[in-house]
Structures are given as structure tokens and as C-alpha cells.
T-cell receptor
Framework: AQRVTQPEKLLSVFKGAPVELKCNYS??????LFWYVQYSRQRLQLLLR??SRESIKGFTADLNKGETSFHLKKPFAQEEDSAMYYC???????????FGSGTKLNVKP | DVKVTQSSRYLVKRTGEKVFLECVQD?????MFWYRQDPGLGLRLIYF???????EKGDIPEGYSVSREKKERFSLILESASTNQTSMYLC?????????FGPGTRLLVL
């Protein structure tokens, strides 16, 4: 069965520290993986997707098929990175999406 | 810029009432989705639609129905609202596997 797991509900780091938000998935085919972000009082929006292999706002994520992981990383966290982060996968018919339970990132000054 | 709008930001309803949540997108997307967002549970798919008058159940369709009479509009219906349907409801449309979300409707069922 398709599943996305984000083991951390809350992650607190100090400004300037590295941050890694964990995401593991299970899927029987070849999924597309995404990270979505929701800043306070804003709508959920796409942060990055694995096929584009780009860095957005200093964040990167590498798809590790062997470990079925798609962890989100940033070398130096900023206070404006504080938000709710959701890992998601898309697969199968009709672009159905599966979201993880989310990790709240709190970057302290 | 893709625009997804939802008819209400906040709603308060009583148990047993029929509730309509409306979602409109302006980018001619074929796929539209309804999720509920609950702390600790993330986003859970209620229903989705891949074309006008077409719908598919998501992971938690019980107690909900949907309507898609026009391509740009996707409605979520709570036939008889219950307190366990108090939640944030998010609508989304998608194009090339990217989802575009509305601002959400926070529903409180008393």
C-alpha cells in the first residue's frame, strides 16, 4: 500500500544550524516525490519536486530508492523557514497524491 | 498564476445540517481534489475528480459526497454534518503532477 511517513511531528533548530526533515515512503511503482510547505496564514504550496533536482530557498531533497527516502535538507536554517512541511508522493492513475502527516519546523533566533 | 478559491474561510454549522463547500479554479485543470487537514494526521484525501461529472473516492469518503458539474468548480457536500467532521478542508487542482491549493475552509460543527 502507498504510504508516506514523516517521523517527526516537530523539529526545533537554531538559526544557522543544518536541518533535515525526514520522509520515507512505500509505493509499488515509480512515484514522483514532492515537498510542500505551509507558512503561517498562507496556503499550502509546492516547495520542490524530485524530478526537477533544483534547490529552492536553499532546500534540497534527494530521492534514495534503496532506502525509499526523500529527506529535505538545508545547510543553514533561517527564521523564515519556520513552517509546516509535508512530504508527498504521486503515482498511479489520475495523479492521486499521498501526503505524510507533516513536520513543523521551528527555527529559533 | 493559478488561482484556487474556496467559498468560505470559516463556517460554523450544527450537527445534522447539510453543508456545501465550494471550490473554483481558473486554470482549466482537469483534476481537482478535496482533502481534510487535521493535526498529526496530515492531509487525507476525501474525493477527487479527473473530469466533469467524474469522481473517485479517496481514503476517507464516508459522510461526504462531491459534485463536479463544470470543469472549474468542485463541490464537497456533507450530507448530515457531525462533530467529527470539524476540520480544515483544502481544495486543490493539479497540472503535470503539481497541486495548487486553495486557502482552506475551517469548518466547526457544533
Amino acid at each position: 500500500a502507498q504510504r508516506v511517513t514523516q517521523p517527526e511531528k516537530l523539529l526545533s533548530v537554531f538559526k544557522g544550524a543544518p536541518v533535515e526533515l525526514k520522509c520515507n515512503y512505500s509505493y509499488s511503482g515509480s512515484p514522483e516525490l514532492f515537498w510542500y510547505v505551509q507558512y503561517s496564514r498562507q496556503r499550502l504550496q509546492l516547495l520542490l519536486r524530485h524530478i526537477s533536482r533544483e534547490s529552492i530557498k536553499g532546500f534540497t531533497a534527494d530521492l534514495n530508492k534503496g532506502e525509499t527516502s526523500f529527506h529535505l535538507k538545508k545547510p543553514f536554517a533561517q527564521e523564515e523557514d519556520s513552517a509546516m512541511y509535508y512530504c508527498a508522493l504521486s503515482g498511479g492513475n489520475f495523479n492521486k497524491f499521498y501526503f505524510g502527516s507533516g513536520t513543523k519546523l521551528n527555527v529559533k533566533p | 498564476d493559478v488561482k484556487v478559491t474556496q467559498s468560505s474561510r470559516y463556517l460554523v454549522k450544527r450537527t445534522g445540517e447539510k453543508v456545501f463547500l465550494e471550490c473554483v479554479q481558473d486554470m482549466d485543470h482537469e483534476n481537482m481534489f478535496w482533502y481534510r487537514q487535521d493535526p498529526g494526521l496530515g492531509l487525507r484525501l476525501i474525493y477527487f475528480s479527473y473530469d466533469v461529472k467524474m469522481k473517485e473516492k479517496g481514503d476517507i469518503p464516508e459522510g461526504y459526497s462531491v459534485s463536479r458539474e463544470k470543469k472549474e468548480r468542485f463541490s464537497l457536500i456533507l450530507e448530515s454534518a457531525s462533530t467529527n467532521q470539524t476540520s480544515m478542508y483544502l481544495c486543490a487542482s493539479s497540472y503535470q503532477e503539481t497541486q495548487y491549493f486553495g486557502p482552506g475552509t475551517r469548518l466547526l460543527v457544533l
